[in-house]
């Protein structure tokens, strides 16, 4: 709850929130409730992304497990003035290495909108490759996965 503010600020530009759900204060302080529970629940949730120099937030990213689908995701989602500095790729990365190394799971997903070309290129850069059209709270996206096989026999990325 002590990134409430930014989180609120980061859920209402209208750039950043073109492929993601706008989200008023009461929304956002639920959402940050979930993903406390999700933390107590699964031992694993989002993270605040912040500079590591200034300490500013910079965003979220993390893994969300999806009932639905049966199948935790890696999220990303940045400030608009941090886009095009690789904060996402590095968060990402870091998110999928964590996660094939503390979860049991035969591969992670990311679930991007269509149109969204930078997320697309971030999910590239991961190696993440699309395995299927579905529907996410409403909206169309690509799912794309990265194996367990494919990334376990990799050094990790730094």
């Given at each position: 709850m002590a990134d409430l503010d930014d989180f609120v600020e980061l859920h209402d530009d209208p750039e950043v929130v073109r492929f993601i759900r706008r989200l008023e204060r009461p929304e956002a302080e639920e959402?940050?409730?979930?993903?406390?529970?999700?933390?107590?629940?699964?031992?694993?949730?989002?993270?605040?992304v912040?500079?590591?120099?200034?300490?500013?937030?910079?965003?979220?990213?993390?893994?969300?497990y999806w009932r639905q689908f049966d199948e935790t995701e890696?999220?990303?989602?940045?400030?608009?003035?941090?886009?095009?500095r690789g904060y996402a790729t590095e968060a990402a990365r870091a998110c999928l290495d964590w996660g094939?190394?503390?979860?049991?799971?035969?591969?992670?997903?990311?679930?991007?909108?269509?149109?969204?070309?930078?997320?697309?290129?971030?999910?590239?850069?991961?190696?993440?490759?699309?395995?299927?059209?579905?529907?996410?709270?409403?909206?169309?996206?690509?799912?794309y996965a990265r194996?367990?096989?494919d990334w376990s026999g990799r050094q990790p990325t730094r």
């Open positions: 959402r940050l409730r979930d993903v406390d529970r999700e933390w107590a629940e699964r031992g694993h949730g989002m993270f605040a912040l500079d590591q120099i200034s300490g500013r937030f910079l965003g979220r990213a993390g893994l969300k890696i999220g990303w989602v940045l400030r608009r003035d941090a886009w095009g094939f190394s503390t979860l049991t799971v035969p591969y992670l997903t990311a679930m991007i909108a269509p149109n969204n070309s930078a997320s697309i290129r971030v999910a590239g850069r991961l190696n993440l490759v699309p395995l299927r059209n579905d529907v996410l709270l409403d909206s169309e996206v690509v799912v194996d367990r096989e």
